[in-house]
């Protein structure tokens, strides 16, 4: 069985401060897949990145970045010098390989402040 | 533009009433999902189809059934079996299996 644990509900900060949101995630499997996808108020999830688990190098995407630690299985997403647009809800998704089936986490609401 | 429709965004029944949640995609994607969403929550997986004429129940499938008899299209039918089906419903689609799924808009439906 897999599980995503994103123990942050909620996160407030003002425009341009960074944010980390934390993703652990519990699975027996060797190979699987990791996700995160952005919720704005609209309701449509956004995709944002995929990253197997033979793959732990860092990545970053403009003001984007995950931290992929397989020793700690965290897959951690920090947004640098935030905007107001950057409000909504992040959730991270695990699915093991050669599965139809993703896992969510409950999701962390991010909110940027002007 | 390439993409998946769901309709409508809102959805209003009373109890003891059928339901049937549309979703049609021009991805060309073979797998198609729905997904169920309550405030706070994270995403929980109603049904989801491989492939034309086939699918899988998901973790909640209770109270839920899909056909999918052509690719572009997984209707989504909440019964009145469906004990607390007033939530956001989302539709989705994938190439295949472990590949990223894009999302539709999403339907919110309310049974009083």
């Known amino acids: 069985a897999q599980k995503v644990t994103q123990a942050q509900t909620e996160i407030s900060v003002v425009e341009k401060e960074d944010v980390t949101l934390d993703c652990v995630y519990e699975?027996?499997?060797?190979?699987?897949?990791l996700f995160w996808y952005k919720q704005p108020p609209s309701g449509e999830l956004v995709f944002l990145i995929r990253?197997?688990?033979?793959?732990?190098q860092n990545e970053i995407s403009g003001r984007y970045s995950w931290n992929f630690q397989k020793s700690t299985s965290s897959f951690n997403f920090t947004i640098t010098a935030s905007q107001v647009v950057d409000s909504a809800v992040y959730f991270c998704?695990?699915?093991?390989?050669?599965?139809?089936?993703?896992?969510f986490g409950a999701g962390t609401t991010v909110t940027v402040r002007a | 533009d390439g993409g998946i429709t769901q309709s409508p965004k809102y959805l209003f029944r009373k109890e003891g009433q059928n339901v049937t949640l549309s979703c049609e995609q021009n991805?060309?994607?073979?797998?198609m999902y729905w997904y169920r969403q309550d405030p706070g929550q994270g995403l929980r997986l109603i049904y989801y189809?491989?492939?034309?004429?086939?699918?899988q129940k998901g973790d909640i499938a209770e109270g839920y059934s899909v056909s999918r008899e052509k690719k572009e299209s997984f209707p989504l039918t909440v019964t009145s079996a469906q004990k607390n089906p007033t939530a956001f419903y989302l539709c989705?689609?994938?190439?295949?299996?472990?590949?990223?799924?894009?999302f539709g808009p999403g339907t919110r439906l309310t049974v009083t």
């Open positions: 189809s491989q492939i034309v004429n086939d699918f």
């Open positions: 990253r197997n688990s033979f793959d732990e």
């Open positions: 699975t027996r499997d060797t190979t699987y897949y």
């Open positions: 991805l060309n994607h073979d797998a």
């Open positions: 989705a689609s994938s190439i295949g299996e472990s590949i990223e799924q894009y």
């Open positions: 998704a695990l699915t093991p390989s050669n599965d139809y089936k993703l896992s």
